[in-house]
């Protein structure tokens, strides 16, 4: 494939506009996603009209945002217009709100209303995500009937693969789906046929919930519902997939310590990136400044016995990892609904159990190697705390996200990095208390002061 | 909601029928897989026929599995029988061979052929998620036509919203979907309607590459083709998510030094879940002996400044989270395919950059905070380390993940664990160089020698 970059460059309008040709809408959006933003409009305006829009929905919304900066006001128009609502309102809520409003403007008066509506609703709500474009269907129909009204207004509906069923009172009574119907026998009565069994959620419903839904149910479809059970559209599996990618962006980022970008990582700048990192990473060395407290009480100690100083980072980036690792178990675990806090109990006897196992097997590998090396003494103290800050850490990593849920915090908050900087502290407590009962008898008495021995 | 597990436990089959009667499949199957794998029959026995069936299929293959086991031979043939051939395939390959055989031969000859066609594909690959049964049809059929072959042969197929157009020979020509077949004036041809720009995957596709596809595609169902371009199955959309949760769970636990586990957490036992998580923390261990090293060459120098000691966590920590941040967004970005290796040089000059922020700002406050309590030699040695060391972290957490893509590797083997791991021995140089640079003059000879100053 002919790079877009390239050709961009050198400005060679046959050269890319064969290349535009030959190449597929998705690669065409990809290429341009990866071209500076004030590159991407030339060869977009190649495009012709039909294939232009394929392409720009496509993009990712800040994507259209940018493009759309370099476009004509009529283009402009034109291509918001004919957008579905649920992803104009994407892009409308990512556009500083001067650029929304004139946009929202220049719509037709039926698109400007789809679109009024579903900003009404709470950000990352099923109301947000919906599109209030589909085709409704009366338990009286016959299938002929019904048939014949998807092929009235089904154009304009942004999907016709599930038709809910509705009463005068616009209540759902059942779905049917487009399959069923078109597999029927054209006499039957949609109410006879239709599934009254429905996976329905509340316009309120966070957008999270709403995917889990469709993907653990296996549909494609499922209509939102008002508080008097109103059907007030639906939502489809690819607005779902959408949510699925946010939010594990979202997990693994805080994972990882950092806030989640909202942008693709080539178009936000240095300084954007650095802020998403600088309050984790202040907040995490403040709570890795309490080391620095716990060691400084037992200087008097190190000072005497220097080698101990020299395992340190060795005991607490095991500790730190076994933390880290429970965590990322129990964190994916509660994602995906297979643990609940029901469940604690069970997850903490468990992960007891598990540590016991990794600190013993720790344990019996060290002693040998350190006792080789430092002598016995330093064999059985590095031996023992292995053992029970791999256990500590194990059972704080499982025990604190779960905690962390229940308090109503994301758990990703008590992930991998908070656990390893928390466990840190609490490590060197233990491994100086274990070396200075097993050294007592070599210790002055200013070095045993911090546990007053 | 009534408690299954209360239910199950007395053994009150009226309210266990009540029950099952007043709950949705989904939350039926939900609360099953929370039982213990032996109580589950006694609720499933009581569902009628159907609503089994829809149950089982809202299962997990591994608690589908664990069903089977309990249920008697007749009732497991009809239900492996029943499912659709994707599903039943991920089912097989889960299960041991021994009882995976016996089920296969216990299919109707039908059956037993499409599930061989799809084990004989590579594991991961768009073969083994396809499903052989589709309704395909020809060019020149009119859209009456099409949608009459839709009725015949459409109750068996899997899905029939995209309809693959082929030659005499399978040869994929187009698609059509269910809906501009339904749309569409009934006496044209259907050469005329479908897209012949399709988004297909060869047969041997990886499983994530054909998820990826159908999500940015915005598609419902993508046709699958041998080396001929001959059709052989379709992928639905369904499965696609199913992927993307795996290789989520895949790279969320790599990043948190674990490896993956292949069943519902509450499923595996602890020693189970110990192993998972050994090799890597024996692995991070030795990696983290490295500093055991570093330290013991120093230690004349720790000996005689022991208040070097107590900043050795804060420091190894800060390091260690930088490099986890940078990692965990380089990363992500990868692994939604916004940067790639040609990237490269954008990217780590970036993160340079934002390492000199994040370096310059925690230098900048870590210095009067130290000069405060341990002096000025302290607060210029504690500071400017951070510097240096942020950077370096941020440099390694950007670059060796791209460089393991690179080289074949899952770049998930190169997250926050083993960058922290790596970063802390380097730190610990950086930290101890520079201490005995401003310290020089208060070092005597042996402190001193590890540089040879």
């Known amino acids: 494939m002919a790079e877009l970059q390239e050709l961009t460059r050198t400005n060679d309008v046959n050269a890319l506009r064969s290349w535009l040709e030959e190449t597929g809408a998705l690669d065409i959006a990809d290429e341009l996603a990866r071209l500076d933003p004030e590159d991407r409009a030339i060869p977009f305006r190649l495009l012709a009209k039909d294939r232009a829009l394929e392409v720009f929905e496509l993009l990712d919304p800040i994507h259209q945002q940018e493009l759309l900066e370099s476009l004509r006001e009529e283009r402009v128009r034109e291509l918001v217009e004919s957008m579905e609502p649920d992803d104009r309102v994407r892009l409308l809520d990512e556009m500083p709100a001067k650029v929304a409003n004139r946009l929202r403007a220049g719509l037709s008066s039926d ?9 009404g609703y709470p950000p990352e709500s099923a109301g947000r995500m919906m599109t209030p474009e589909y085709v409704n269907l009366r338990a009286s129909m016959s299938v002929a009937d019904a048939l014949a009204k998807v092929r009235r207004s089904g154009e304009a509906a942004e ?9 005068d009172q616009r209540k759902l009574l059942g779905v049917i789906s487009l399959r069923d119907l078109v597999l029927a026998d054209s006499a039957r009565r949609v109410g006879d046929l239709m599934r009254t069994e429905v996976h329905s959620v509340d316009v309120d419903a966070d957008q999270e919930e709403v995917a889990r839904l469709i993907q653990e149910a296996d549909v494609l479809v499922v209509p939102v519902v008002d508080h008097e059970d109103r059907l007030v559209g639906v939502v489809t599996v690819d607005d779902a ?8 962006t979202e997990d693994v980022s805080r994972a990882g310590g950092v806030e989640p970008l909202e942008r693709p990582y080539l178009s936000v700048g240095p300084f954007h990136l650095a802020r998403k990192r600088a309050v984790w990473l202040l907040f995490l060395g403040i709570a890795a400044a309490l080391t620095v407290n716990v060691l400084t009480a037992f200087e008097a100690t190190l000072e005497q016995i220097s080698t101990l100083a020299v395992f340190i980072p060795l005991l607490i980036d ?9 965590s990322t178990v129990v964190i994916r675990a509660m994602a995906v609904d297979e643990i609940r806090f029901r469940d604690l109990p069970r997850v903490v006897s468990r992960e007891l159990l598990v540590g016991v196992m990794l ?9 040998p190697l350190v006792t080789l090396f430092f002598g016995a003494e330093f064999g059985v103290i590095i031996a023992s705390t292995l053992f029970v800050i791999v256990i500590w850490a194990t059972f704080a990593g499982a025990a ?6 229940r308090l109503g915090l994301d758990p990703a908050v008590l992930s991998a990095p908070i656990i390893t900087t928390l466990v840190d502290a609490t490590g060197l407590l233990i491994y100086l208390g274990i070396a200075i009962t097993v050294l007592a008898d070599q210790l002055t008495l200013a070095a045993l002061s911090p546990f007053g021995l």
Chains 1, 2 share one sequence.
Do not use: H, W
């Not at 095991?318 to 429970?326: D, F, L, M, R, V």
């Open 159 to 167: 999907t016709i693969y599930l038709l809910p069923v509705t009463d």
């Open 400 to 405: 604190l996200p779960m905690l962390a849920k």
């Open 111 to 119: 698109e400007r209303q789809l679109t009024a509506i579903l900003l």
């Open 359 to 367: 600190g013993a097997m720790l344990g019996a590998l060290a002693f």
């Open 241 to 248: 997939m959408e949510v699925f990618e946010r939010e594990v």
């Open 318 to 326: 095991t500790g730190g990892n076994s933390g880290a690792q429970a």
